[in-house]
């Protein structure tokens, strides 16, 4: 079982130096979520039919959680904004040009914004489907089971990724809470309907498609 060739990982400079920079610097999990992240995000990118440049597409995923780490996150920025600064500082130093670091760049920054990135440029629409899929589980049918076991063999979610993964999260962004401030027109609806439930961003993860995690009693997502 073995990962189609058009969602490979480059076999370029770059990309080798960018898998050596990330495993030193994140995780086993976060480096196992950016790889699949990528893969996922390659893999969509064939399934819509997309030309994207797959050494970008790389570089994105492998960064866009780097701002969780303590030696990338800064004290009042967002930890996208981290990530994204990272990168462009990274490929900066191998020569890649203004427009695709600045392409890189809003790949990251705009990860955790649904209904954005999937009208933008290939590659920022991809990492955020990499990450839809990886995290959320909200494209799972759309890749096969084979696809799937694939991407999943060469780089293990762990048993309890759901919760590991919001673990991640919370120890990288809760310093700045203030950073975390969402979509703010859904405050707007709240305001105007006492009845209005917000979307939860957990709760999504723990109920998808996705083996593995359970549904927390009490957690607001609506089901007993």
Same mark, same amino acid.
């Given at each position: 079982?073995?990962?189609?060739?058009?969602?490979?990982?480059?076999? !370029?400079?770059?990309?080798?130096?960018?898998?050596?920079?990330?495993?030193? %610097?994140?995780?086993?999990?976060?480096?196992?979520?950016?790889?699949?992240?990528?893969?996922?995000?390659?893999?969509? @990118? $064939?399934?819509?039919?997309?030309?994207?440049?797959?050494?970008?597409?790389?570089?994105?995923?492998?960064?866009?959680?780097?701002?969780?780490?303590?030696?990338?996150?800064?004290?009042?920025?967002?930890?996208?904004?981290?990530?994204?600064?990272?990168?462009? #500082?990274?490929?900066?130093?191998?020569?890649?040009?203004?427009?695709?670091?600045?392409?890189?760049?809003?790949?990251?920054?705009?990860?955790?914004? &649904? @209904?954005? &990135?999937?009208?933008?440029?290939? $590659?920022?629409?991809? +990492?955020?489907?990499?990450?839809?899929?990886?995290?959320?589980?909200?494209?799972?049918?759309?890749?096969?089971?084979?696809?799937?076991?694939?991407? +999943? !063999?060469?780089? *293990?979610?762990? *048993? #309890?990724?759901?919760?590991?993964?919001?673990?991640?999260?919370?120890?990288?962004?809760?310093?700045? *809470?203030?950073?975390?401030?969402? %979509? +703010?027109?859904?405050? +707007?609806?709240?305001?105007?309907? &006492? @009845?209005?439930?917000?979307? %939860?961003?957990? %709760?999504?993860?723990?109920?998808?498609?996705? &083996?593995?995690?359970?549904?927390? *009693? @009490?957690?607001?997502?609506?089901?007993?």
């Amino acid at each position: 079982m073995s990962i189609r060739p058009e969602a490979a990982v480059p076999d !370029s400079r770059l990309a080798r130096a960018v898998t050596e920079f990330i495993r030193d %610097n994140e995780t086993d999990l976060l480096f196992n979520h950016s790889s699949r992240v990528y893969h996922f995000g390659a893999l969509a @990118g $064939v399934h819509r039919g997309l030309t994207f440049d797959r050494e970008l597409l790389y570089a994105g995923a492998m960064f866009h959680d780097l701002g969780l780490m303590p030696d990338y996150g800064s004290a009042d920025e967002r930890f996208e904004v981290d990530g994204a600064n990272a990168a462009r #500082d990274f490929l900066r130093s191998y020569g890649v040009s203004e427009a695709d670091l600045s392409t890189v760049w809003t790949a990251i920054a705009l990860h955790t914004t &649904p @209904g954005i &990135p999937v009208h933008m440029h290939p $590659v920022v629409a991809l +990492v955020t489907a990499g990450v839809e899929m990886d995290v959320l589980g909200l494209t799972y049918d759309q890749y096969s089971e084979e696809e799937r076991a694939a991407v +999943v !063999s060469a780089f *293990p979610r762990t *048993p #309890d990724f759901k919760d590991d993964i919001i673990q991640a999260f919370y120890d990288g962004i809760k310093h700045k *809470p203030e950073t975390t401030f969402g %979509n +703010v027109k859904a405050d +707007v609806i709240a305001d105007k309907e &006492p @009845g209005f439930r917000r979307g %939860n961003f957990c %709760n999504v993860i723990r109920n998808s498609r996705w &083996p593995g995690g359970a549904h927390a *009693p @009490g957690c607001g997502c609506g089901q007993p």
